[in-house]
Structures are given as structure tokens and as C-alpha cells.
């Protein structure tokens, strides 16, 4: 039996996000293990029929010397486990993953991007110099010829210097959804145009651009709602305080709720979905699910978000901290509800074809097919896909 490790943060996030995947590997045949911080979700993993192994890192850490350590543990998790794939999901286990590969010589590694996060949204000459440390690590010294990359868009390869359509680099439909838990339902009947954000309420997710947009759509008259669903991350340094979410919730039109256990819910009780990032996206989960309940999207042109919503099609895409612009695009979608129930259509059809859970479930089997098949050198290299510099 082929053996495959998971190297995650949190149990949570794979939990919420990549368990198809887990179902999937298993399917294969595979002996699955999935290395985390473990907190609360340990039963749902293991309901996939993997094992659980923990391993404690902190995610907002900088400390060298506390991620030199985690390295070490997480290379002797590795080399007791000898698995033959080692599949590491989002930026800082591809670092610490990476290393602890390299420690316990495993040379087939998937290096999974689920969104750059800062890296990714910072577009000065800081956040220029840190993508190219990046790729020169993650393509270098990290890298080996067995390596293979997996992203939610294509734009973070081409930030990487990779090209998209390289055959070490996979494009997948983000972590995908599953149609039956999100069906299609009509929009809501007449009233105000109720607007939701599903998301950890972060600054990076640009709740305060939605706020002031909704803000500006009232002071034209309109008769407009926004609603905030998803709790701040206190992992996270860009979390929203808990005093700045209440003080949004006593404004006209604008409602905290916390988080919700059921999205599919939320979608039923509005109209439109909303989701103004300032960029360091995978593919946002929350379009997915807005979109196959047939929800049409407001969302900002950054990667990830620009390349599910096409602008004018199933939703509106505009430019980054432009409160305006995004009023506006409000103010169309109120004055014509045709307009939205056509465009929440659309986002259904798309949503359903290359970004279900069985869409790929499929293309990241393909990947692990491949790998296992994989012959010749292990040795470090750049990747195929583009140049380093």
C-alpha cells in the first residue's frame, strides 16, 4: 500500500477545506496521514479513514529558530512515516514541508499554493523582492525533480516564474464544492437587496471596503443590506478586533452576525455575495459556494477572485479599495433583479463544471498517478515551467 502525508497548519483548515482530497487518496489506495496542529477536528479527518499525527507551529511565528525546530520534529514524523508522496498545503508548509523532505530524503513532493497572502497582495518593491526569494527557494533548494505544483489560479504560477501550463504545475478548481450541499435556490422575493460576506472577518478580505460601499449605495437612496458572517482569526495579524466589528454592526444596513455553520443557508436569505479582497487569494471558497447556490458575486480584480467572477457575466469585478466603484455595482444589481438572477445563473453553470469536489478530487488522483510513476534523478533543480530570475 502506497503511503501519502498531509502537511497542513491546522487541523481546521483541512478539515474545512480538503477533506475530498483526503477521500480521494484514500480511494487510490493509498495509507493517508495528515500532519497538523491539532485542535478540534481530528474525528472529522479521520472519518476519511486517514490517521492523524500532530505536530504544534505557530502560523503568524517569525522566530527562525522556533521554525528550524519544527523542521526537525516534523523531518522525524517523516522519516517514521516513510511516505511516498508528501502533498504540503499552502505557503509555510511548502517552506517547513519542503526542508523536512530534504531531512528525510522524500523526493516526491506536491507543493500546493492556496493563495500567496501578503506575498501575493503586496505589490511595492518589498513585496517584489519577497516573491523572488520565494521562487528561488521553493524552485531551488526546496525542489526536486519529482517535485510537482499545484495552484488555485493562474496567476500566482506566473508570480512564481512558472508557466501554467507546465507538466509539473496543475491548475486545480480550488478545494472545490459539492453541488448537493450547495444547490441552486431562486433568489429571494422582492424587498432591500441583501448583500453577505461568508469569511474570517480580516482586513485582507476588505470588509471595510464593503462596509463603506454599502455605506455610499444608502447615501444614494437605496434601500441596501450587508450582512457579516465569519469570526476574526486570532492567528491571523491582519484579524478585524471584535470592537471594530461591533461598531460596524450599530451602523445603518450593517449586521455582524459571527460565524455560521451553514453557508448554504446565508445564501438562501440573500441576494448577491460579496467578497472585495486586497488581494493573496487561492480561489476563495466563499465564491464557490455563493456561486453554485446561484448567488452573483462582487468581488475585486486580484488574483483568484478575478478568475472564477467574470466581470459582467455571473458578477462584477472592480478595482481593489475603490468603495465607489463597488457602490456602484451595487446600485446595478438593485435597480435590476433580472440582471442578478441572470448573472446567479451563470454562477451556478460554472460553478459546476471543473470546480466540484469530483472535479478535483480527479485532476490532484492524476498528480499522485504520475509522481508514483515518477523515475529518474531526485536531485534539487528549477522547475520547468519558466526561468529563475
Not at 161 to 175: M, R, W, Y
Not at 234 to 240: H, L, M
Request: glycine residues 8%; aromatic residues 6%; contains cysteine.
Amino acid at each position: 500500500m502506497p503511503k501519502l502525508a498531509f502537511v497542513v497548519t491546522e487541523d481546521w483548515f483541512f478539515a474545512s477545506h480538503f477533506l475530498p482530497m483526503a477521500r480521494a487518496a484514500v480511494a487510490m489506495g493509498f495509507d493517508v496521514t495528515v500532519i497538523a496542529r491539532v485542535r478540534d477536528h481530528a474525528a472529522a479527518i479521520e472519518a476519511t479513514g486517514a490517521r492523524v499525527r500532530p505536530l504544534e507551529a505557530e502560523r503568524r511565528s517569525l522566530n527562525p529558530l522556533a521554525a528550524g525546530a519544527t523542521v526537525v520534529w516534523l523531518a522525524r514524523i517523516l522519516r517514521q512515516e516513510r511516505p511516498d508522496i508528501v502533498h504540503c498545503i499552502s505557503l509555510k508548509p511548502i517552506l517547513v514541508g519542503g526542508a523536512a523532505c530534504a531531512l528525510a530524503g522524500l523526493p516526491r513532493r506536491v507543493y500546493a499554493l492556496t493563495g500567496l497572502g501578503f506575498l501575493g497582495a503586496k505589490t511595492d518593491r518589498t513585496g517584489r523582492a519577497a516573491r523572488l526569494a520565494l521562487r528561488r527557494i521553493i524552485r531551488g533548494p526546496l525542489a526536486t525533480r519529482r517535485t510537482r505544483f499545484v495552484f488555485e489560479n493562474e496567476d500566482d504560477p506566473r508570480l512564481l516564474g512558472l508557466d501554467p501550463s507546465a507538466p509539473d504545475v496543475t491548475i486545480l478548481g480550488g478545494a472545490g464544492i459539492d453541488p448537493a450541499a450547495y444547490p441552486e435556490t431562486p433568489l429571494p422575493p422582492g424587498g432591500p437587496l441583501r448583500i453577505a460576506v461568508v469569511s474570517r472577518m480580516l482586513w485582507s478580505k476588505g470588509i471595510d471596503t464593503a462596509v463603506e460601499a454599502v455605506r455610499e449605495a444608502r447615501d444614494r437612496g437605496l434601500d441596501v443590506s450587508l450582512s457579516l458572517y465569519g469570526a476574526p482569526d486570532p492567528s491571523n495579524p491582519k484579524a478585524i478586533p471584535p470592537a471594530t466589528l461591533r461598531e460596524w454592526s450599530g451602523r445603518p444596513g450593517i449586521a455582524w452576525h459571527g460565524p455560521t455553520t451553514s453557508a448554504a443557508a446565508v445564501w438562501r436569505e440573500h441576494h448577491v455575495a460579496c467578497l472585495p479582497s486586497r488581494g493573496g487569494e487561492g480561489l476563495p471558497r466563499t465564491l464557490l459556494e455563493s456561486a453554485a447556490c446561484g448567488r452573483p458575486s462582487l468581488t475585486t480584480d486580484v488574483p483568484g477572485c478575478r478568475s472564477f467572477v467574470r466581470d459582467g457575466v455571473d458578477g462584477y469585478v472592480v478595482p481593489v479599495e475603490d468603495a465607489a466603484a463597488l457602490a456602484t455595482a451595487i446600485v446595478r444589481l438593485a435597480a435590476d433583479r433580472a440582471l442578478a438572477e441572470r448573472m446567479g445563473a451563470a454562477a451556478a453553470a460554472r460553478a459546476r463544471h471543473g470546480f466540484t469536489e469530483a472535479d478535483v478530487a480527479a485532476r490532484i488522483q492524476d498528480v499522485y498517478r504520475a509522481l508514483l510513476s515518477a523515475e529518474g534523478p531526485t536531485s534539487s533543480r528549477p522547475a520547468s515551467g519558466g526561468s529563475q530570475t
